[in-house]
């Protein structure tokens, strides 16, 4: 009886009760599209960031990541190359000679990190061939070919086929100076990767570095960037590797840059904080809507108490109207955020008119959305909660009243 009297009550003020279904149902939707939005933002960076800058694992001489000297070389890396494209849980490898330097134009010079690199490995790793956007990817017929950054290419005054000069040190620590074509220029989500990166074939700039025409130029190797078939596999690998090669250094992405691993454990938090802050706002406004509830019925809840129906009767009916509201609301909220994340999450949202701040962070200028499945239980649980916290005081304050007084009130 009580569940019906509850549900009568709370469509006397049809108005009112689909405001508040509606302001429920929108804040529902808005903690999904808000937390959607937030995570598509941080993935896209840690995508980025896997993709353009640290795969999912890097190996290195150890006195390489500390010195960042090209003396010190991974020992034996074909074989190395070898053995991990024999691992099942292996994508891609791209083994890569690296070198700090200056690139120069006849305008400017500017410090950058070059890339020898294997073309092929590297558009599997990197994909970088599908990233340019002017001249063309690397030729197998050419020697001393050159892709740089198009916002690299905007600061040194270049265009595609003019030359620049590349300044390193040898394997020996003299400098070493080679004029380069300029073949194609790339274009990423990252800004800091396009303007300070390069790229040259592995062969070409390992001949630079070799001091001596009998040293067997394949054997100069600083990095191999490992992507796997599933991200989940990173640790395991890593552990797995490290014991392997102990002379080495293997690193997962989350060690390389630790701040991916912030942003991937924060996703979480984004979602109770959002959440937490629309709750709010509707615990305070599902309050007044049953409070003006029940002060709109003194009398009869004066005369109900008056028949014989007792406080913990008055108490519940309350409770109840409030949690079939927000019953009534929560599901409408999940579908039409569930709609939305769906959609945008194939379609994403397009914020190419921020592009070039997008860019200073590496960020896409397409986001899609992407919601923990978490979260569409932790939603109607909060709701849930906070239906049950509103209901308190204007429940209290039910059966607080006296009923002889509230019989008699206007």
């Known amino acids: 009886m009580i569940f019906i009297i ?54 290195h001489n150890p006195a390489f990541k500390q010195e960042n000297e090209v003396k010190y070389r991974i020992p034996h890396p074909d074989a190395l190359v070898a053995d991990l494209e024999a691992d099942p849980d292996v994508e ?40 340019v956007v002017s001249g063309e990817y690397f030729t197998d017929d050419r020697k001393n070919e050159i892709l740089i950054g198009e916002r690299l290419a905007e600061k040194l005054k270049v265009e595609v086929r003019k030359k620049v000069v590349l300044t390193f040190q040898d394997l020996n620590g003299n400098i070493t100076t080679a004029a380069f074509r300029i073949v194609g220029m790339f274009k990423t989500d990252t800004k800091p990767f396009d303007e300070g990166q390069v790229f040259v074939k592995r062969t070409d700039l390992n001949r630079l570095l070799s001091s ?122 999940l579908l039409l955020g569930w709609l939305t994340i769906t959609w945008l999450g194939t379609n994403g949202i397009d914020l190419s008119s921020y592009s070039e701040s997008l860019a200073q962070y590496g960020m896409s200028t397409i986001v899609y959305f992407d919601v923990d499945p978490m979260v569409y239980w932790m939603i109607p649980i909060g709701v849930a909660i906070t239906a049950l916290i509103a209901a308190i005081y204007p429940a209290f304050k039910a059966i607080g009243l006296n009923p002889v007084e509230a019989i008699r009130k206007l």
């Open 92 to 131: 891609a490898i791209s083994v890569r000679s690296l070198s700090s330097g200056m690139i120069a134009s006849s305008k400017t010079t500017r410090g950058i990190l070059i890339n020898g690199v294997v073309p092929e490995m590297e558009s599997a790793v990197r994909k970088l061939d599908e990233k």
């Open 212 to 333: 001596s025409d009998t040293e067997d130029q394949e054997l100069i190797a600083h990095e191999v960037a490992i992507l796997l078939k599933d991200i989940d596999l990173v640790n395991a690998d890593a552990e797995k590797w490290t014991a392997k090669y102990p002379d080495l250094l293997v690193e997962t992405y989350r060690q390389i840059s630790p701040d991916l691993q912030l942003y991937e454990g924060q996703m979480e938090n984004v979602s109770y904080i959002y959440l937490t802050v629309i709750l709010l706002a509707l615990l305070f406004g599902i309050i007044n809507t049953m409070l003006m509830a029940v002060l709109e019925r003194y009398r009869e809840l004066g005369m109900l108490m008056a028949i014989g129906m007792n406080k913990s009767r008055i108490f519940s009916m309350i409770v109840l109207e409030t949690l079939m509201l927000c019953l009534v609301a929560a599901p409408v909220g």
């Open 6 to 59: 509850a549900w009568r009550n709370i469509w006397r003020s049809r108005t009112r009760t689909l405001v508040v279904i509606g302001a429920i149902a929108l804040g529902v939707w808005a903690a999904l599209f808000m937390t959607g939005f937030a995570t598509g933002m941080m993935n896209s960076y840690i995508d980025n960031a896997i993709e353009q800058v640290v795969s999912h694992i890097q190996i």
